[in-house]
């Protein structure tokens, strides 16, 4: 989009009389994001300024522009019609804000001061104060950049101690999220501190006879009237949202079919396909040897599973693995949970010198995933038994079975994004985030589970794409052969066997050919299920729960409960909505390692922006495409969360256990037909530029945490 372009779209054209609203909503935009993102930073009052100024801005132009596209679409609805059309996005708005976990708490300005006394207990040896953290109730660090100290404070391996110069003051002038939490030192040695927050003093004796910690909580007063006003923002912000989705869906199929206007092609500067190519073997190779052995969640039961399965033992949830992969197991178990904990490559590389005996085996146990059906494992069984005839030593052995997968991987995937008629750039971004990248990086069944999704949804889609008549017997053949493989993945995942809906009907020829095919496809889609549900074993549990897991007592408890895991989904969501997120796009290792946090708000955004332009606007999808493509998605998300809930979950417990964003990797995809418009330009040579880059420079960044997080001190 160019800026001439916007400029003219906004100044120059006859939708100025849409200017009092676009400001309007520009502002309340603005308080809605500038309050989202104070959950994850504490700005200061100028850098909040400045920050909302910006988005006040931004946000107005591009509400302007959008109206301009976006109301012309309802201009021949009656004025009746239109008044409960946005009132009904009012409701479903309201409605959204129980769902989505928006805080709706605003933060407020408070003066807080700490003060070392330079009293103490009779009792105390003397009068320190340690002042280990600050957090506010988002479970932020107060930015210590906007502390002022006094002479007789100083910092002391990241904690503020006073022990001298007393009285000391600790003060900060600016905004507060929550509920502030004080942490201190309690030993010997402590003494007394003050603690001022505006006008309520509070004294606080720290001495204990042994070293502790005592934590002080805060209460933080909001102001009702600026509550009030963080409230109707994010209702108006949920609101303007669901209009413009409701619009963009029930008109944009058929303004996109009515209107012949084709946006300008450009020719992108490097292939989809070819940059996948580059960047999954490069950065996936590095993934291989960079994460240590067993390093990848749930690692150590994948392996230890596909290798009961390459010595033929199909039942159960003990076997056997070699002894000398036991000792790597073992040189490796201290480094998940532990974050202080590192590797050096000379551990790892004495195991060069240590053959595989297929003989000499230790006990393995993996009920963990046990209750997965063998055939997503397939590739690293094959994997296996070439490494058998190549007798190769432990941590060849280890590694070239992570090889083998991550090549099974990119070559179903490769040919996923080759069918793709439509958004392969963005998918080039679901395919290739760290998260997606790690797991086909290692042992995990998941990796098959993902790329057979991803060839499932693009097979589907270049059947939806092709002109009337037009699909072969070939692709009816592969869409029932890849309907039968994902039959054959975790139950949750069947349900994108509905995608196949969205494929017109005279794309088969005839109703009858239709149904032929529909028939074979679910009749024999069906049978297999049955046989991958037989290892759902009866005694599914979360071995790793202190309490007990029982699948038939929770399902109990819902059918005498039916409307309470609705609220257990909502309730999870509002709660731990950060780490699913975190977890969806980049959470390495055992859920341990934590890329920084740009990279989990701009990885989202970059998504949006690129599915928004990434079209060729050659494929339109109907409204009821596009319901299929929502209902699929939100049908497999629940599933996904039923399952777990039965499976992994305490019976009765009010949230979910077990949860984490890797599992709706499949779904991400499946929702880009909504996206398809003819409201964005189509996109320019940049689009191509901006992706490779982005996602250069984010596996970069993930390599290099990867590295400080294993091997450097």
Request: proline share 5%; aromatic share 16%.
């Amino acid at each position: 989009m160019k800026p001439s372009y916007l400029f003219n779209s906004i100044f120059k054209s006859k939708i100025n009389r849409f200017l009092p609203v676009s400001i309007s909503l520009g502002m309340v935009l603005s308080i809605s994001l500038s309050n989202f993102l104070m959950q994850f930073i504490n700005f200061s009052p100028a850098q909040l300024f400045l920050l909302m100024t910006f988005f006040a801005v931004f946000l107005f132009m591009m509400i302007h522009w959008l109206l301009g596209k976006i109301l012309p679409r309802i201009s021949r609805y009656s004025l009746i019609t239109k008044v409960l059309w946005i009132l009904c996005c009012i409701v479903i708005g309201i409605c959204l804000l129980f769902v989505i976990p928006i805080n709706t708490t605003s933060p407020s300005f408070h003066t807080l001061k700490v003060v070392a006394t330079g009293q103490h207990n009779p009792q105390a040896k003397g009068s320190e104060v340690w002042l280990y953290s600050i957090q506010t109730g988002n479970g932020l660090e107060l930015n210590r950049a906007n502390l002022s100290l006094s002479q007789g404070w100083e910092y002391r391996d990241s904690t503020l101690l006073s022990y001298k110069e007393q009285p000391a003051i600790i003060e900060y002038i600016g905004f507060i999220n929550g509920d502030l939490t004080l942490t201190f030192g309690s030993h010997p040695w402590s003494g007394q501190v003050r603690i001022l927050l505006d006008d309520n003093e509070k004294v606080v004796d720290l001495y204990s006879a042994n070293t502790t910690s005592k934590t002080i909580v805060l209460p933080i007063v909001s102001s009702p009237l600026l509550n009030f006003t963080i409230l109707m923002a994010a209702i108006l912000t949920l609101s303007f949202i669901v209009f413009i989705a409701s619009v963009w869906f029930i008109t944009g199929a058929k303004q996109s079919t009515e209107q012949t206007r084709n946006f300008p092609q450009t020719k992108d500067l490097i292939k989809p396909e070819t940059a996948f190519l580059i960047l999954a073997i490069f950065f996936g190779l590095l993934f291989v040897f960079i994460t240590p052995p067993f390093q990848v969640a749930d690692e150590t039961q994948h392996f230890s599973y596909a290798y009961a399965i390459s010595i033929g033992k199909f039942d159960g949830y003990r076997s056997v693995i070699p002894h000398s992969i036991n000792d790597l197991m073992t040189a490796t178990n201290n480094l998940p949970f532990d974050t202080t904990a590192r590797i050096s490559f000379r551990k790892l590389s004495n195991f060069i010198n240590v053959p595989i005996n297929l003989t000499d085996l230790s006990p393995s146990f993996y009920q963990g995933v046990a209750k997965v059906n063998p055939v997503p494992y397939l590739p690293t069984v094959i994997g296996f038994e070439i490494e058998k005839l190549l007798n190769l030593n432990t941590l060849a052995f280890f590694f070239f079975g992570r090889i083998f997968q991550l090549c099974v991987w990119i070559l179903i995937s490769y040919l996923a994004l080759r069918l793709l008629p439509e958004f392969k750039w963005v998918f080039l971004l679901f395919i290739l985030s760290p998260m997606s990248l790690s797991i086909a990086s290692s042992y995990s069944a998941d990796a098959i589970t993902n790329s057979i999704s991803f060839l499932w949804f693009s097979l589907c889609l270049y059947c939806s794409s092709v002109k009337r008549n037009e699909i072969s017997s070939k692709y009816k053949f592969l869409l029932i052969l890849i309907a039968a493989l994902l039959s054959l993945m975790k139950p949750p995942y069947c349900l994108l066997l509905g995608i196949f809906f969205m494929i017109p009907r005279q794309n088969f020829g005839s109703h009858q050919q239709y149904r032929r095919t529909a028939a074979l496809l679910f009749s024999i889609s069906f049978i297999i299920f049955l046989f991958s549900i037989s290892y759902l074993k009866n005694d599914v549990s979360n071995t790793n729960s202190k309490v007990a897991v029982d699948f038939m007592s929770q399902v109990h408890y819902l059918l005498n409960n039916p409307l309470e895991f609705p609220n257990i989904i909502v309730r999870s969501l509002r709660l731990f909505w950060k780490f699913y997120l975190s977890s969806y796009i980049g959470r390495l290792g055992w859920l341990d390692t934590v890329l920084p946090k740009y990279i989990y708000f701009t990885y989202p955004f970059i998504i949006l922006l690129v599915s928004l332009i990434d079209q060729k606007k050659q494929l339109f999808f109907a409204p009821w495409q596009k319901l299929i493509s929502f209902l699929i998605a939100g049908a497999v998300f629940y599933a996904i969360f039923l399952s777990l809930y039965l499976t992994w979950t305490p019976v009765g417990y009010k949230t979910l256990e077990g949860m984490q964003g890797r599992y709706l990797i499949p779904i991400g995809p499946v929702l880009l037909p909504l996206s398809l418009n003819n409201i964005f330009p189509t996109s320019k040579s940049w689009k191509s530029i901006l992706v490779v880059v982005y996602l250069f420079i984010v596996l970069s960044i993930t390599i290099r945490t990867l590295i400080l997080r294993y091997y450097i001190a």
